[in-house]
């Protein structure tokens, strides 16, 4: 069993996350160096990715020594950056049900959220196999963090401390259009005890939880803007 550990989460709820709407068409694009294959650094509060791309590894690397150097402030930019790469990035996922970011969002809020998002963004995986192949699954390759600022947010009507972390996605060529994919968003983050949610796992219900981090609150639509 896990133990309730403290953690950066989104203060998120119901979140507005289908396909459209927020592509930036005038995005620059920069060129990508060579770089040796990143090792996955693990560390005590956060649930590391599965199957994650080479990006979602460095980012995890980085969440990880943000830990280690109790550096908050970083740990929660780097906490938002891990959930929008897992959950944004299809090509990795094994099916619709197979939502990414999941350890990122708190307990109280984790079936809600699976829920519409099978609903309102995985709903696709498998239109887009089927009618485009597995090639054309959604995957993040770069991110751009615009600004990290502090903030003061309620959750299950307490207050808590947190950050509001605004980000860029850049997405692979050759699968769908940058219009069609969410590429701005704010993620509204704070720091709360909670249970560790373990992709790999089945649980009945969300009280099979246990963990502690930094989560991503709120109601979705509430609490992360896009």
Not at 38 to 58: F, G, H, M, S, W
Not at 152 to 170: A, C, K, R, S
């Amino acid at each position: 069993m896990n133990k309730n550990i403290k953690r950066f989460l989104l203060c998120a709820g119901v979140l507005a996350l289908t396909l459209g709407g927020c592509g930036s068409k005038d995005e620059p694009k920069e060129e990508v160096k060579k770089e040796e294959k990143a090792v996955l650094v693990k560390n005590d509060l956060y649930v590391e990715p599965l199957n994650p791309t080479e990006l979602q590894i460095r980012a995890y690397n980085e969440l990880s020594t943000s830990v280690q150097e109790e550096n908050y402030a970083k740990e929660a930019e780097m906490a938002a950056v891990s959930f929008a790469l897992d959950f944004f990035t299809m090509s990795n996922k094994s099916g619709s049900e197979d939502v990414g970011g999941m350890s990122f969002i708190p307990t109280t809020m984790s079936w809600e959220f699976k829920e519409y998002a099978q609903s309102y963004y995985y709903n696709n995986y498998n239109y887009i196999v089927n009618e485009e192949g597995k090639d054309a699954l959604p995957e993040v390759v770069d991110y751009k963090v615009n600004s990290v600022t502090e903030g003061v947010y309620t959750y299950l009507g307490e207050q808590y401390n947190g950050y509001d972390v605004t980000l860029q996605l850049t997405y692979k060529e050759g699968g769908l259009k940058a219009e069609d994919l969410k590429t701005e968003m704010v993620l509204h983050v704070i720091g709360i005890n909670d249970f560790k949610y373990d992709r790999t796992k089945v649980y009945k219900d969300y009280t099979d939880f246990e963990g502690e981090r930094y989560a991503i609150n709120g109601s979705l639509e509430e609490w992360i803007e896009m």
